[in-house]
Each structure stands twice: as C-alpha cells, then as structure tokens.
C-alpha cells in the first residue's frame, strides 16, 4: 500500500485520519448525516479514526444501574450495545459502509470488522479474540486473566452501516469505572500501554489500514451457510 487510495476495494471510500480529538456528539452528527447521504447516493463511504474527549456512551441496551458514576457527559446514541467509554489513549474506528453493494448481512460485517481489529493487534504482538456471549475484542491481561481490549458497536440504517469499533491503546483506565463496560462486570478492561506495548495513534492507524483491504475483501464475500 503506497497511499489510501489504493487499498484494495477502497474505491469511492474517504479515509479520514483526525491527530485532534474530536468532541462526541460533533462526530455522531456527521457520522449521521454522512449515512444518510450514502443511502440516498449523495455522499461518499467514510472510514473515519479519530479520539474523543472523555464521554461515557449509551447504546440501544443500556441499563441505568450500569450508569455507576456519571462523572463525565453521558451520550445516549442509537447504535447497538450498553454503556462504554470513550477518551483520550484510545483510537476509535467509525465506519460508514453501503453493504447494499456487499454482502448484506450485518452479523458478517460485525465478525469481519472483528477480524480487522484483532489481525492489526497481532501485528504489535497481542494475541486477541472474540468470546462467545460476550460482545467485543479479548486478550489476556497483564494479571493473566481475560480482559477486553476493544469494544464494538454497529447500527446499520437502511443497509449503511455507522459507529464501529474503539481500541483501548494507552487510556486512564480508571476512567472505565464509572460504567459496567458493555454491561460485563465479571472481566477488566485493558490496553496495549498496561500489556507493555507503546503504540502511538499514527503507529495504529498505519496498520489498520495495512489491514484493510483484508477487511474489504471479506465483505464482498457472503458467509458461508
């Protein structure tokens, strides 16, 4: 790969690469408007990583008593999922697809989106994986116990998909306390910096999209039956 836009099947695709954070509700605004221009053919697909200012985040299943400490703004927003946090050390991936012109089947996208993720931490040495029953990307922690080190979370609206994935790469992660990360009490949360491997937010974004043609080629294919 020697510029975007000759990543494999990212034809029509506009790569946005944001070095300032982003406010949460700035980009869910232009997440939104950008998803109805491509379901109306107007607009471009959009692959877009950026950070956030801290913000705890409210999918379609949150639960209230997950809410622990609202000690930042709380967001409520229409993708799929419970509470989770946003802030600055952790690389958010919004991604605007038209799977009309892809397989459509949203489970296929959610699994190879995963796959995108947990290929590009292997590329820095981390070992991760899906769990079944528990939403989001997995590794063993510094403690050796299982821990989330990515949380994923997609709304498809007239076969557009929005939201995506974060990757946690050297946030306080103090600041996951005041929620139940994505509704799950019973394991930690952890990143690259406390596993011991220093990855800056160019370094990550370099090797996503090293990845995606990978990523774009999957979604061309419909799940086997």
């Known amino acids: 790969m020697d510029a975007l836009g000759h990543i494999a099947g990212s ?17 869910l605004a232009e997440m939104e408007e950008r998803n109805r221009a491509v379901s109306d053919g107007q607009g471009r697909e959009l692959i877009w990583l950026l950070e956030h200012p801290p ?17 930042f703004e709380v967001v409520k927003t229409g993708r799929g999922g419970r509470y989770t946090y946003h802030g600055p050390g952790q690389r958010v991936g919004y991604v605007v697809l038209n799977l009309s012109k892809r397989a459509r089947d949203v489970r296929h996208f959610v699994h190879s989106l995963e796959g995108w993720v947990i290929d590009t931490l292997g590329d820095f040495g981390i070992e991760a994986w899906r769990a079944p029953g528990r939403i989001g990307i997995w590794t063993g922690d510094a403690d050796g116990r299982e821990a ?11 076969w557009v998909t929005m939201h995506g994935f974060a990757v946690n790469l050297a946030p306080d ?18 990143s690259l910096e406390r596993l011991g491997v220093a990855v ?25 039956e």
């Open 173 to 190: 992660l103090g600041h996951f306390s005041g929620i139940v990360p994505c509704g799950i009490a019973e394991y930690g949360v952890t």
């Open 148 to 158: 989330k080190i990515g949380a994923i979370g997609v709304r498809v609206r007239r």
């Open 11 to 27: 034809d029509g695709i506009e790569w946005r690469l944001s070095a300032a954070s982003v406010p949460y509700r700035a980009a």
């Open 55 to 71: 913000v705890y985040t409210a999918g379609t299943s949150a639960a209230a008593a997950e809410l622990l400490d609202p000690r």
């Open 200 to 224: 800056t937010p160019e370094d990550w974004d370099r090797a996503l999209i090293a990845r995606a043609g990978g990523f774009l080629a999957a979604l061309e294919t419909p799940p086997e």
